[in-house]
């Protein structure tokens, strides 16, 4: 497999950034979710701990797919027969993706500097976790959350339309060897 993408699939680089990033934002989303409804100190610590290295990698690693679409490679070109009005739902999508993502990194940092949980959560400092809904970056990171889980479900529910309902391969140009 190719590195660079062509104008019917994606290369190596994208398969494995997208795949990587997928799982670590799954990954922080489900610690997320947890440590938010956690009330226990302890657990809510080692949620954290779990959470927060997981958000700054999909984090690092979106801001390398961004450079990489932008400088690096070229996306494939869309199926001959899917409808425009897809086309840009996709592109809408996935530029959401990358804002949300985003987004969520930069509020994510202010909470956990303007709360001043990181000794708690990564030096074993002894003392109690503030409330992070005190602190505003909290509501948007909240909301993020909510509107990252509804676009994966528009970019997962899509992804397997085409693959179930219309059988026209795109999912395979996301996949690692010889396309079906």
Same mark, same amino acid.
């Given at each position: 497999?190719?590195?660079?993408?062509?104008?019917?699939?994606? @290369?190596?680089?994208?398969?494995?950034?997208?795949?990587?990033?997928?799982? $670590?934002?799954?990954?922080?989303? #489900?610690?997320?979710?947890?440590?938010?409804?956690?009330?226990?100190?302890?657990?809510?610590?080692?949620?954290?701990?779990?959470?927060?290295?997981?958000?700054?990698?999909?984090? @690092? %690693?979106? !801001?390398?797919?961004?450079?990489? =679409?932008?400088?690096?490679?070229?996306?494939?070109?869309?199926?001959?027969?899917?409808?425009?009005?897809?086309?840009?739902?996709?592109?809408?999508?996935?530029?959401?993706? +990358?804002?949300?993502?985003?987004?969520?990194?930069?509020?994510?940092? @202010?909470?956990?500097?303007?709360? #001043?949980?990181?000794? !708690?959560?990564?030096?074993?400092?002894?003392?109690? !976790?503030?409330?992070? =809904?005190?602190?505003?970056?909290?509501?948007?990171?909240?909301?993020?959350?909510?509107?990252?889980?509804?676009? $994966?479900?528009?970019?997962?529910?899509?992804?397997? +339309?085409?693959?179930?309902? %219309?059988?026209? @391969?795109?999912?395979?140009?996301? =996949?690692?060897?010889?396309?079906?």
């Amino acid at each position: 497999m190719v590195l660079k993408s062509s104008r019917t699939r994606y @290369g190596a680089v994208a398969i494995a950034l997208h795949w990587i990033t997928a799982l $670590l934002l799954v990954g922080a989303l #489900g610690s997320g979710f947890r440590a938010a409804d956690t009330v226990e100190p302890s657990t809510k610590i080692r949620l954290l701990a779990i959470h927060i290295p997981l958000a700054v990698a999909a984090i @690092g %690693l979106t !801001l390398v797919r961004i450079f990489w =679409w932008l400088f690096v490679d070229k996306k494939p070109a869309p199926l001959i027969n899917t409808p425009n009005w897809q086309h840009r739902g996709a592109r809408a999508v996935h530029l959401l993706f +990358y804002i949300v993502i985003l987004g969520m990194g930069v509020s994510g940092v @202010g909470m956990f500097v303007l709360s #001043g949980a990181g000794p !708690l959560v990564f030096a074993g400092v002894e003392g109690q !976790l503030p409330n992070f =809904w005190e602190y505003q970056p909290r509501f948007p990171h909240s909301i993020g959350a909510k509107l990252f889980v509804a676009l $994966l479900i528009a970019h997962t529910g899509a992804a397997l +339309y085409h693959h179930f309902v %219309l059988s026209d @391969g795109l999912i395979w140009r996301m =996949w690692f060897g010889k396309q079906n």
